[in-house]
């Protein structure tokens, strides 16, 4: 025990991990209004993304405006999304009230392809791609989601993230 305390002690009294805000993500900080189709379904979501635990990761808190019978939204997620830059890669991590994450579904995995970030989730055995593009013309995310079937992609989501006015 004696042993483990002078680990933490030493681990808390290291200097700070904080970390450079990642460029890219951090045109994505804001308040963003998220439109466009859902398995081809019109929706709006209001999207929040913050810097949290000293600018390691970028939280985004995603809200959909439509409402069930008791007026609860329909969706909603907490997202962080973070570059490691030991591995030279992004991570996503993606919860939402579709179900319980189980342990081996881990995070999304994505190499930067010029300001675009595709994620390959791992859903269940299931290959699922989500790509964050940013244009720089007009301050915009697109947002592309697509499954897979036997290699083929299956559109699921496409949207555009505005900044909130």
């Not at 929706?43 to 019978?69: C, F, G, M, P, S």
Request: aromatic share 12%; glycine share 8%; with cysteine.
């Amino acid at each position: 025990m004696k042993t483990f305390a002078v680990a933490v002690t030493a681990f808390l009294l290291t200097p700070s991990f904080a970390a450079d805000k990642d460029p890219l993500l951090d045109h994505m900080a804001g308040k963003w209004v998220l439109s466009g189709t859902i398995e081809n379904q019109q929706t709006t979501h209001d999207v929040t993304a913050e810097w949290i635990l000293q600018n390691t990761y970028l939280r985004l808190t995603e809200i959909a405006r439509e409402k069930d019978a008791a007026g609860k939204p329909l969706y909603e997620a907490e997202v962080l999304i973070a570059y490691d830059a030991a591995k030279k890669r992004y991570v996503c991590f993606w919860y939402d009230i579709t179900g319980v994450s189980s342990p081996d579904a881990g995070g999304g995995v994505a190499s930067r392809e010029g300001d675009s970030l595709p994620f390959l989730f791992n859903m269940g055995g299931v290959p699922f791609h989500t790509t964050f593009a940013y244009q720089s013309a007009s301050a915009t995310w697109i947002w592309t989601m697509d499954g897979e079937d036997h290699g083929k992609l299956v559109p699921f989501a496409r949207m555009t993230m505005k900044k909130a006015p």
